[in-house]
């Protein structure tokens, strides 16, 4: 079995409850309030926590996979709100770049959305996961549409079309909205550890009636595409 650990981190229940059912479970730990399930999927070492919706949850999550179980690569999974013409409900976003759209200190001379002293407004996803997760998604959803591109996230649901305008006249290269995985990404890049953020659309930025809808399908078709990125990892 590889030494090398995977950190699995989802904010709901439903996006990460395939993927602990797929774990052969050593123990589980209790931190931060949120529960580390310790273990191995196709002899690959895992540890899968579900973080809470939100930034500072999957910060949380992230930095303790990170120092507590010396995770060697992070993966966040979930939904997101789409905003991409080019792709629906149900179709894949894996992340070559991650930012925070409600970050803004623009008023203290850095630029919208930069994080001060870092020089960075997107932290980059790691080549190599990002090919292995879109592998994985032709693998287990080939009938899905399938973009690598950017991930935005804050600290709202998007669900009105003021809000999802504001964030495309601001990052208007951005992919699809979702509420933690710029944060992973900062997380990560901080402690120099890959990472990729895969999202499957559950809405189109506009209506809470259709996360409501589709969120249970499609976060399901995000877990069986981790657990075949899991078995094809060559750690």
């Not at 993966?75 to 905003?83: D, E, P, Q, T, Y």
């Not at 690598?148 to 804050?154: E, H, K, R, Y």
């Not at 290269?173 to 402690?191: P, R, W």
């Amino acid at each position: 079995m590889s030494k090398n650990i995977i950190g699995i981190v989802a904010a709901m229940e439903s996006e990460i409850e395939l993927i602990k059912e797929a774990v052969k479970l050593d123990s589980k730990k209790t931190m931060a309030q949120m529960e580390f399930c310790i273990g191995s999927i196709f002899d690959k070492n895992v540890v899968v926590v579900q973080c809470g919706i939100g930034k500072v949850n999957a910060s949380i999550a992230t930095q303790l996979l990170i120092n507590e179980f010396n995770a060697s690569y992070i993966i966040n999974v979930g939904c997101a709100g789409n905003l991409n013409n080019l792709i629906g409900i149900g179709d894949f976003v894996v992340s070559n770049k991650v930012a925070q759209h409600d970050y803004d200190a623009s008023a203290v001379g850095f630029k919208p959305g930069e994080i001060p002293y870092t020089n960075k407004v997107f932290f980059e996803a790691d080549e190599k996961l990002i090919s292995l997760a879109s592998d994985s998604i032709k693998n287990v959803a080939a009938y899905r549409k399938l973009i690598v591109g950017q991930v935005v996230s804050g600290d709202q649901f998007i669900e009105q079309k003021s809000q999802k305008d504001l964030i495309m006249k601001n990052y208007p290269d951005a992919d699809c909205v979702e509420m933690e995985g710029g944060s992973v990404g900062q997380t990560c890049y901080l402690n120099n550890i890959p990472f990729v953020v895969i999202r499957a659309m559950s809405d189109n930025s506009d209506s809470s009636s259709d996360f409501a809808k589709y969120q249970e399908k499609v976060v399901k078709e995000g877990a069986k595409v981790v657990i075949d990125m899991v078995k094809n990892m060559s750690l």
